[in-house]
């Protein structure tokens, strides 16, 4: 099986149902190669994770400008700030600086993240509960390492594992408990 035909298989383990090519010319697909080089990026990762040769030993190298602008995309800029009070408009000022020097500070290993901001959430018993609250490019960095992370390992789950992953559920749990003993 070629590559592209992989690609294509396996696109669903890590963006749902989003296509590669999203327009058809004269019955024909139309090739968008920003769109195909965003998720390929992706693809790769998951495919190469799925070789039990490989080992990944240096993942910090996907933390890169590319990665860090899909990072900024997808974070919501109503959240509450971190301590440095840097919010997704300030960021956006000066996108494409900021982001290539928290790249580069990544890549030369000196990146530290900054201390969380504590913010305490009353329950309904009276009491409160701790939460804290990242800087923005802490979130970036999060973010970025966390779709990495998930590329690598999501492909090699087994299909009963339900903790902590995207869209699995402790209710997904129990009806595929319910399923399996209904069957025997």
Avoid at 85 to 100: D, H, V
């Amino acid at each position: 099986m070629s590559e592209e035909q992989r690609d294509r298989q396996n696109l669903n383990l890590i963006t749902g149902t989003h296509a590669i090519h999203r327009d058809r010319v004269d019955g024909h697909r139309k090739y968008n190669a920003a769109e195909a080089g965003y998720w390929n990026r992706w693809v790769r990762i998951s495919l190469k994770a799925q070789d039990k040769k490989t080992i990944f030993s240096n993942i910090h190298t996907h933390i890169n400008v590319d990665s860090l602008k899909e990072a900024f995309d997808a974070i919501d800029g109503k959240k509450a700030l971190g301590v440095d009070g840097i919010s997704k408009e300030t960021y956006k000022k000066n996108l494409g600086e900021n982001l290539r020097k928290l790249a580069e500070t990544v890549q030369s290993g000196t990146y530290r993240p900054q201390p969380k901001r504590e913010v305490l959430i009353p329950k309904a018993n009276g009491k409160t509960r701790p939460i804290a609250i990242a800087c923005f490019e802490d979130k970036l960095v999060d973010w970025v390492v966390g779709k990495i992370l998930s590329t690598v390992y999501e492909p090699v789950f087994i299909r009963t594992s339900f903790g902590y992953r995207p869209k699995k559920s402790a209710a997904d749990a129990i009806n595929a408990i319910y399923c399996s003993l209904s069957q025997n």
